[in-house]
């Protein structure tokens, strides 16, 4: 079993839409979550972070947290063609090591 | 600010070959990882420098995988010799080196080994 899964997708969502993703994680011990954006032939680019349980939004964007079930989400509301990327969560425990998922390949339909 | 660069930005090689990329970190960053980025995989922590030392490189394959950061700053990673399941983008990245901190990350080098 991965450390933490996302679904690779791909995602294609008509411009105005809700871009729902997600990940689950096994390893109790992640108290960081992150959401990075790749654009195709680029390093990935840090998006939102939360740190623990909760919610967390950013204009357009909101990161959402489950420790409980060990379950994180992002939503991209309004999406706009130039949101079409790949997402890669994540996560780490109380160090710099981060575990990412496979990412989710998302296109926003102009 | 200028980001993390890194060279080249696409290598092909045969396997058996000996290929090395290097990577110049954002100004007074501490901290410098390399992750290996296998196509429709997440990246993976290859290893990570503090200042010139290495803080972890447990996923690193010492057999044919080397990397090094000279005086703390830009850091080289090489294969030797190279297999065909390396082809992939190797990712450099940086950082502060404070508690938790953005790692930002350079456009990676994308290695083909036939």
């Known amino acids: 079993q991965k450390e933490v899964e996302q679904d690779p997708g791909p995602l294609s969502v008509p411009e105005g839409a809700i871009v729902s993703l997600n990940c689950t994680y096994s390893n109790s011990a992640f108290q960081y979550f992150m959401w990075y954006r790749q654009y195709s032939r680029k390093g990935p680019e840090l998006l939102m972070y939360?740190?623990?349980?909760g919610n967390k939004e950013d204009g357009r964007f909101t990161a959402q947290v489950d420790k409980s079930s060990k379950y994180i989400s992002l939503f991209i509301r309004d999406s706009q063609p130039s949101d079409s990327a790949t997402y890669l969560c994540?996560?780490?425990?109380?160090?710099?090591?981060?575990?990412f998922g496979a990412g989710t390949t998302v296109t926003v339909r102009a | 600010e200028a980001g993390v660069a890194q060279s080249p930005r696409y290598k092909i090689i045969e396997k058996r070959q000996s290929v090395a990329f290097w990577c110049n970190p954002i100004s007074g960053h501490a901290t410098l990882y390399w992750y290996q980025q296998i196509l429709g995989q997440g990246p993976k922590l290859l290893i990570q420098?503090?200042?010139?030392?290495?803080?972890?490189d447990s996923q690193l394959p010492k057999d044919r995988f080397s990397a090094e950061r000279l005086k703390g700053v830009d850091s080289t990673l090489k294969i030797q010799p190279a297999k065909l399941e390396d082809s992939a983008v190797y990712l450099c990245a940086s950082s502060l080196g404070t508690v938790f901190d953005e790692q930002f990350f350079g456009p990676g080098t994308r290695l083909t080994v036939l």
């Open positions: 939360t740190y623990s349980s």
């Open positions: 420098f503090q200042n010139n030392g290495v803080v972890d």
């Open positions: 994540a996560m780490s425990a109380n160090d710099y090591k981060l575990s």
